[in-house]
């Protein structure tokens, strides 16, 4: 059994875990830490291992931090004998206690406990993470699963362990990749990334090649994975939403370059302040307003077939001239 002892240690003696699951320690809050100490003092001691040179921290480095920013010099702490394992454990405990690791600060400490070689099998280590672990074997293979995947793809912190835990559960590497990549920039939730993985692990080869290629949304796929759509239609749908998604890109780029907001300030940025330029600006003004509608040349009715978009088309020019009138009634009061 452990030998527990309490002292009243110096700051500088006492040196940080290396294996210390926590690697973010803001510095807010350990000001305000250092505030309460210094008011208060400590409620709950260090934990830290007697070493040759002096001693390393079990538990509490959060609380030892603090202690240096308040210039105390030295803490409460129990000093207690134990093993490298024990170490790593009580630390991750008091961390996973509080809730507040970040995820991969998780993983990589379960990780590394996992890898010391000191428990049987995944069910003993869950058992030592104690209460809060609820189905013990299935937390740690969920938690090792998730750091493997997050190394592996270069997984930023931002998904979560239960995100990549699903991913982990995807056979085919192509479909993991595209999951991921779908993940990360779209910022997918748990909900909506099962529904993807669900659409595309159905799709036929085909369809799920041109999600993978981008040529169609996976919105769009959706409904012909649902329906059961025959392997050879999947070409020429794919080919027909191509299309409207190529004419929705169109209306889409148009309504960036026809913004209003943007087109007004253009012009209000150009400016008439020299009498000499007036006429000049006027008709540069006039040519902004002619390359607006230019921009709809190549963009047709007769090419948009879809009658949603061909709304929108409609709408947007509607907007251009009413846009093109009020700034024509400007520039004649600027004339006069």
Do not use: C
């Amino acid at each position: 059994m452990a030998r527990l002892e309490l002292q009243y240690i110096p700051v500088n003696r006492i040196r940080p875990n290396p294996h210390q699951p926590r690697e973010d320690f803001p510095k807010e809050a350990l000001e305000e830490l250092a505030s309460s100490i210094k008011e208060h003092g400590l409620v709950q001691p260090i934990v830290v291992r007697r070493e040759k040179d002096g001693y390393m921290i079990v538990a509490g480095e959060r609380r030892w931090r603090a202690y240096q920013l308040a210039k105390i010099d030295k803490v409460p702490a129990v000093v207690k004998d134990v093993d490298e394992k024990e170490v790593l454990l009580e630390s991750l405990l008091e961390n996973i206690n509080r809730e507040n690791l970040k995820w991969s600060e998780q993983e990589n400490a379960i990780w590394d406990l996992w890898e010391s070689g000191a428990f049987r099998d995944y069910e003993e280590l869950g058992r030592k993470l104690g209460k809060k672990v609820k189905d013990q074997a299935g937390f740690v293979e969920r938690q090792i699963a998730a750091k493997q995947i997050r190394e592996k793809y270069k997984v930023p912190e931002s998904v979560s362990t239960q995100i990549l835990t699903e991913v982990a559960r995807i056979p085919d590497e192509q479909t993991r990749r595209l999951v991921i990549q779908r993940v990360v920039s779209e910022k997918l939730g748990v909900h909506d990334m099962r529904d993807f993985i669900q659409t595309i692990s159905k799709a036929p080869e085909s369809l799920k090649k041109a999600v993978i290629e981008k040529r169609i949304d996976i919105e769009d796929a959706r409904p012909l994975v649902e329906h059961g759509i025959p392997e050879e239609m999947v070409d020429e749908t794919v080919q027909e939403l191509e299309t409207r998604k190529k004419e929705f890109d169109e209306i889409r780029q148009i309504e960036r370059e026809t913004d209003l907001e943007v087109v007004s300030g253009r012009l209000k940025a150009k400016g008439i302040t020299r009498e000499r330029d007036r006429d000049e600006r006027i008709f540069r003004q006039f040519d902004e307003i002619a390359g607006i509608v230019k921009l709809w040349r190549p963009f047709h009715l007769d090419r948009i077939k879809t009658d949603r978009y061909r709304n929108l088309a409609v709408k947007r020019i509607e907007e251009i001239a009413e846009a093109a009138s009020d700034l024509a009634a400007t520039l004649r009061k600027l004339k006069k």
